[in-house]
């Protein structure tokens, strides 16, 4: 695949939510001075009106010193009272004006040590840089390395032809189709159903090698398997390419032909931009509904073994089998058996012996069908 700078794709990954993280921190650190700021403006006021009112109180007493004893007394009385208090208004405002004064000098160290993280990742973003899985790549190597992770660099060569048609079938789901991937055997030349827009598209996967061309032979069998599951449209996709014979048969019919170029174009575009978990996430999640239908299946088909099992089930022995009888063969035998006769018994005068095996008295003429 080309890594040139027109194919590069811009990826939205860690380091703008982490900017844009910073920068909140920072607005919300300056609001938080602000407000401290106004306290401490409004405890330094409080302070200078307290003093400038105990001032006043004190010349207004000095000025009445000459009234009568009495006043003299309420006058002391006052002063000490006002002392106090002051005091203690001042000990309260001047601890709360230091401790806002501490909170104010940690949050402007904090946006100082945020405001040069974002500028460190500013600088990074305008050399080319982004934040992957905690390091720093350009924008190129971002991209080849998550090819690498998902398989494209080199073709999906390790992947098994299965999980590959899930991947196909996760590359659709993120298109905007419905899909489901068909059993292994009885496909009829077709591996994934895609549903959009009331359409069924039939598509057929083959992860060929890239020297390994697709044949006419694979196409006729699409063009089968469109007819049995009534499809309006059908993709062919491949890892490699097709031969002319093979172009030349799709040209006038609904079938589109994917080879490894338009493909690799399809996973950039819908697949690239997510984490590789993520994808690697949504085909686990395709093969989980795959596997709960099959065991839904499977466990519904042997309900119905059970249930013939038991209608070949001898009532009578449990053990053995019929078929079309009553009983198993041994039990009819047995049955039918002449029954031994008792010590000083007659046979054959309808007379009553005792049989061990019917736990009583029975006829030794006696014939269970002869009800």
Request: aromatic share 8%.
């Amino acid at each position: 695949m080309q890594n040139s700078d027109k194919n590069i794709i811009s990826f939205n990954n860690e380091s703008q939510p982490l900017l844009e993280k910073y920068q909140n921190n920072v607005i919300s650190l300056q609001e938080s001075i602000k407000k401290l700021e106004g306290k401490n403006q409004e405890i330094t006021n409080n302070i200078s009106k307290q003093e400038n009112e105990q001032n006043n109180l004190h010349i207004k007493l000095e000025k009445n010193s000459i009234l009568e004893l009495l006043i003299s007394l309420i006058k002391i009385t006052i002063i000490k009272f006002q002392k106090v208090y002051v005091l203690g208004y001042f000990k309260i405002n001047k601890f709360l004006f230091k401790k806002n004064k501490k909170t104010i000098q940690k949050n402007q160290e904090a946006i100082l040590e945020l405001n040069n993280k974002i500028s460190f990742i500013s600088s990074q973003r305008q050399k080319g840089f982004e934040l992957y899985k905690g390091q720093w790549l350009l924008q190129a190597e971002i991209q080849a390395r998550k090819e690498a992770e998902i398989g494209i660099s080199e073709n999906f060569k390790n992947m098994s032809d299965y999980d590959f048609e899930y991947f196909i079938a996760t590359l659709f789901s993120e298109m905007g189709y419905v899909t489901k991937v068909t059993p292994k055997s009885g496909d009829y030349g077709v591996d994934v159903i895609a549903k959009k827009d009331g359409r069924i598209c039939a598509i057929q996967c083959k992860k060929f090698n890239e020297k390994n061309l697709v044949s006419p032979k694979y196409i006729q069998q699409l063009l089968g398997g469109m007819n049995y599951h009534n499809a309006q449209d059908a993709i062919f996709v491949t890892t490699s390419d097709y031969t002319k014979n093979a172009r030349k048969q799709t040209k006038n019919s609904r079938i589109e032909l994917w080879n490894k170029t338009i493909l690799h174009e399809h996973i950039e575009k819908y697949l690239l931009k997510k984490e590789s978990s993520e994808i690697i996430g949504l085909i686990e999640r395709e093969k989980l509904k795959k596997t709960e239908k099959e065991r839904d299946k499977e466990r519904k088909l042997m309900e119905k073994r059970r249930i013939e099992q038991d209608k070949t089930i001898c009532p009578r022995c449990l053990r053995g089998k019929r078929k079309n009888r009553k009983l198993c063969s041994k039990c009819k035998n047995e049955m039918r058996r002449k029954p031994r006769r008792g010590r000083g018994g007659r046979g054959g005068d309808g007379n009553f012996d005792f049989n061990p095996d019917f736990g009583g008295l029975s006829s030794i003429n006696w014939n269970p069908y002869d009800r």
